[in-house]
């Protein structure tokens, strides 16, 4: 999704926009990354919105654990759901292109023409819910504490911003420190706005109950602590008639019940204690969505179908543990999962295996390195593996029928050639202690997978022991990488960039908090990780995924799981929504409540 070319020594950014030159820069409706934005200057709504949607009624959402939090910008304590509905942000992206970001509290914006700097210039009426004027200083403002005091992320995806420079009430520019991150003028788009006064005093690291202020489509209208939060829609809201908003935001109320489980949130639902369930486990969809109000129609059931890449999905090794850091004992607890037997056995064929890091998209390695990805590799030939110049691991398939007698012959082979031994029925260690470790999960249905896994991870003589603990335990274990090995997802876009540092780099390898939960520490990943940030065009950007891909694959570092191009939904019946889905996503903002009137 990024296009640039070379002229005078010099790089440019090539956005597709329309606009007008001025001050230096090119004044645009839109920014997408070396494709046509979909929409116009003059659209008035996305196409897969319905301007006409009534609003009102409400929409009952479930979350599972709890929260202590109403501010999601930081480390500390559990953040309630959907607080992001609180606040705007410089542009918003359409569900229905693979990369587009239109104006949202941003009124226009200009590239400069050598990519140096971006400047965005606000909606004059622009308004925080206390109705004071959204500047430019709360633009910096906002920016300079995120990066300083918020999340690590903010810190790596804006790394390549040297200054940001307030020039007046309603323009603030972006200086980058060069212009070999084409992303970053996008996902600058992407920035939170918070209000300067409302934080003056107030120590940005402390987390608690107290509501920033925000500018967004909802107001927090009341809240149980840990038991449920609830959002008033703001019928003065000052963005409500822009094009990007039109047919969204049309439910009156929102709330997020929690609960302890996923089973008990299923029978929650059931029982209607809210309206809108998004099913991930296979065999609950196939035997427990069932009872009279499906049969009368009261719930409905969904297949929505979606082209977003699938990402990874795996039981994660925390390489930080010395148990993990041998990539042969890695390969071999990866060929001791039978996805064949457990998707015929558990998952009702539902699934298909998951072998890539880009799965279901055109990002994913394929056979020997072509010589685009061949560009990338041949630099890094002393860091990498000689394996990886040659065909991709693939996972040893199973008959099905539970045995995995070939997988595990060859699992053993790899455990004896890294030094293990059999010693009275337990595999030893290289130092002669019992290979035992621990499987860390917050999700009890988790536990019919992972116990098939574990028997076959005993015949191999290794001892692993499956732990479930609440989701608050979980999040706080994660965020330190106490953890031996847990089921991660690492999801991906349509157009990779900056996040990938937060996946991959030794950086985040060593921040708490990040999502290298494994521990991913490999000069020759943090070079491909940063080839992929700069690629200069979609060529060149499918090269760099593809390569990176192939490097981690070799690593071993997940037992791949897989993964389904289907969006699995049950609803009360007066939830309704546009005819047309968005191919990237939901499009849930879109939905309105049938019970409510125009």
């Given at each position: 999704?990024?296009?640039?070319?070379?002229?005078?020594?010099?790089?440019?950014?090539?956005?597709w926009?329309?606009?007008?030159?001025?001050?230096?820069g090119?004044?645009?409706?839109?920014?997408?990354?070396?494709?046509?934005?979909?929409?116009?200057?003059?659209?008035t709504?996305?196409?897969?919105?319905?301007?006409k949607?009534?609003?009102?009624?409400?929409?009952?959402?479930?979350?599972?654990?709890?929260?202590?939090?109403f501010?999601p910008?930081?480390?500390?304590?559990?953040?309630?759901?959907?607080?992001?509905?609180?606040?705007?942000?410089?542009?918003?992206?359409?569900?229905?292109?693979?990369?587009?970001?239109?104006?949202?509290?941003?009124?226009?914006?200009?590239?400069?023409?050598?990519?140096?700097?971006?400047?965005?210039?606000?909606?004059?009426?622009?308004?925080?819910?206390?109705?004071?004027?959204?500047l430019?200083?709360?633009?910096?403002?906002?920016?300079?504490?995120?990066?300083?005091?918020?999340?690590?992320?903010y810190?790596?995806?804006?790394?390549?911003?040297?200054?940001v420079?307030?020039?007046?009430?309603?323009?603030?520019?972006?200086?980058?420190?060069?212009?070999?991150?084409?992303?970053?003028?996008?996902?600058?788009?992407?920035?939170?706005?918070?209000?300067?006064?409302?934080?003056?005093?107030?120590?940005?690291?402390?987390?608690?109950?107290?509501?920033?202020l925000?500018?967004?489509?909802?107001?927090?209208?009341?809240?149980?602590?840990?038991?449920?939060?609830?959002?008033?829609?703001?019928?003065?809201?000052?963005?409500?008639?822009?094009?990007?908003?039109?047919?969204?935001?049309?439910?009156?109320?929102?709330?997020?019940?929690?609960f302890?489980?996923?089973?008990?949130?299923?029978?929650?639902?059931?029982?209607?204690?809210?309206?809108?369930?998004?099913?991930?486990?296979?065999?609950?969809?196939?035997?427990?969505?069932?009872?009279r109000?499906?049969?009368?129609?009261?719930?409905?059931?969904?297949?929505?179908?979606?082209?977003?890449?699938?990402?990874?999905?795996?039981?994660?090794?925390?390489?930080?543990?010395?148990?993990?850091?041998?990539?042969?004992?890695?390969?071999?607890?990866?060929?001791?999962?039978?996805?064949?037997?457990?998707?015929?056995?558990?998952?009702?064929?539902?699934?298909?295996?998951?072998?890539?890091?880009?799965?279901?998209?055109?990002?994913?390695?394929?056979?020997?390195?072509?010589?685009?990805?061949?560009?990338?590799?041949?630099?890094?030939?002393?860091?990498?593996?000689?394996?990886?110049?040659?065909?991709?691991?693939?996972?040893?398939a199973?008959?099905?029928?539970?045995?995995?007698?070939?997988?595990?012959?060859?699992?053993?082979?790899?455990?004896?050639?890294?030094?293990?031994?059999?010693?009275?029925?337990?595999?030893?260690?290289?130092?002669?202690?019992?290979?035992?470790?621990?499987?860390l999960?917050?999700?009890?249905?988790?536990?019919?997978v992972?116990?098939?896994?574990?028997?076959?991870?005993?015949?191999?003589?290794?001892?692993?022991?499956?732990?479930?603990?609440?989701?608050?335990?979980?999040?706080?274990?994660?965020?330190?990488?106490?953890?031996?090995?847990?089921?991660?997802?690492?999801?991906?876009?349509?157009?990779?960039g900056?996040?990938?540092?937060?996946?991959?780099?030794?950086?985040?390898?060593?921040t708490?908090?990040?999502?290298?939960?494994?521990?991913?520490?490999?000069?020759?990943?943090?070079?491909?990780?940063?080839?992929?940030?700069?690629?200069?065009?979609?060529?060149?950007?499918?090269?760099?995924?593809?390569?990176?891909?192939?490097?981690?694959?070799?690593?071993?570092?997940?037992?791949?799981?897989?993964?389904?191009?289907?969006?699995?939904?049950?609803?009360?019946?007066?939830?309704?929504?546009?005819?047309?889905?968005?191919?990237?996503?939901?499009?849930?903002?879109?939905?309105?409540?049938?019970?409510?009137?125009?």
């Amino acid at each position: 999704m990024r296009k640039r070319c070379m002229w005078g020594g010099f790089f440019f950014l090539l956005f597709w926009v329309s606009g007008w030159a001025w001050a230096g820069g090119q004044t645009m409706h839109a920014l997408s990354l070396g494709e046509k934005p979909k929409y116009g200057p003059d659209f008035t709504h996305f196409a897969y919105a319905d301007p006409k949607a009534p609003k009102g009624g409400s929409l009952r959402m479930e979350a599972l654990g709890s929260f202590d939090s109403f501010h999601p910008f930081i480390m500390r304590g559990v953040a309630a759901s959907g607080l992001n509905l609180l606040f705007d942000t410089l542009m918003t992206s359409s569900e229905d292109e693979p990369f587009a970001m239109y104006p949202l509290l941003a009124e226009s914006l200009t590239l400069a023409e050598d990519g140096s700097w971006i400047r965005f210039t606000l909606h004059s009426g622009a308004r925080f819910h206390d109705g004071t004027p959204v500047l430019a200083s709360d633009v910096a403002f906002s920016f300079r504490k995120l990066v300083s005091e918020g999340r690590p992320h903010y810190a790596k995806y804006y790394r390549d911003v040297a200054e940001v420079v307030v020039e007046d009430e309603r323009r603030v520019r972006f200086d980058f420190k060069n212009a070999e991150n084409p992303e970053l003028p996008l996902i600058l788009g992407q920035l939170y706005v918070l209000s300067e006064k409302d934080w003056d005093g107030v120590d940005f690291g402390r987390s608690g109950f107290r509501v920033p202020l925000g500018s967004g489509p909802y107001r927090l209208e009341s809240y149980v602590p840990g038991r449920r939060v609830v959002y008033a829609r703001d019928p003065e809201y000052w963005g409500r008639d822009l094009p990007v908003n039109r047919g969204h935001y049309n439910f009156n109320h929102l709330s997020y019940e929690y609960f302890r489980d996923a089973t008990v949130s299923l029978e929650a639902f059931k029982a209607g204690y809210y309206d809108l369930r998004r099913e991930h486990t296979a065999k609950i969809w196939a035997t427990q969505y069932t009872g009279r109000a499906f049969r009368d129609g009261s719930i409905v059931k969904k297949k929505i179908p979606h082209d977003l890449p699938a990402g990874m999905q795996g039981f994660a090794m925390n390489i930080r543990r010395s148990i993990f850091q041998d990539v042969r004992v890695r390969e071999a607890l990866s060929l001791a999962f039978d996805f064949e037997w457990s998707n015929r056995a558990l998952f009702y064929d539902q699934y298909t295996r998951s072998d890539s890091y880009f799965s279901n998209s055109d990002l994913a390695a394929e056979g020997l390195p072509s010589d685009g990805e061949l560009k990338y590799l041949l630099p890094l030939k002393d860091l990498l593996s000689p394996e990886v110049f040659g065909p991709l691991p693939q996972p040893v398939a199973s008959d099905g029928t539970g045995f995995m007698r070939d997988a595990l012959l060859k699992a053993a082979g790899l455990l004896r050639e890294a030094g293990y031994h059999i010693s009275g029925g337990e595999l030893q260690t290289p130092e002669g202690r019992p290979f035992t470790f621990e499987i860390l999960l917050h999700n009890p249905a988790f536990e019919r997978v992972m116990l098939p896994y574990v028997q076959n991870l005993r015949r191999l003589g290794i001892r692993a022991r499956v732990r479930v603990v609440d989701p608050s335990q979980y999040i706080q274990r994660l965020r330190s990488f106490d953890f031996d090995m847990t089921v991660a997802v690492f999801p991906q876009s349509l157009s990779p960039g900056n996040e990938q540092q937060d996946f991959w780099s030794c950086k985040a390898a060593e921040t708490p908090g990040s999502r290298n939960v494994g521990g991913i520490c490999d000069p020759a990943v943090d070079a491909l990780v940063q080839a992929i940030a700069t690629a200069s065009d979609r060529r060149a950007l499918i090269d760099a995924c593809r390569s990176l891909d192939r490097v981690l694959r070799h690593g071993h570092y997940v037992v791949p799981n897989w993964h389904t191009s289907l969006f699995r939904l049950a609803h009360r019946s007066h939830i309704a929504m546009p005819a047309k889905h968005p191919p990237y996503g939901l499009g849930l903002w879109t939905w309105w409540d049938k019970n409510a009137r125009l």
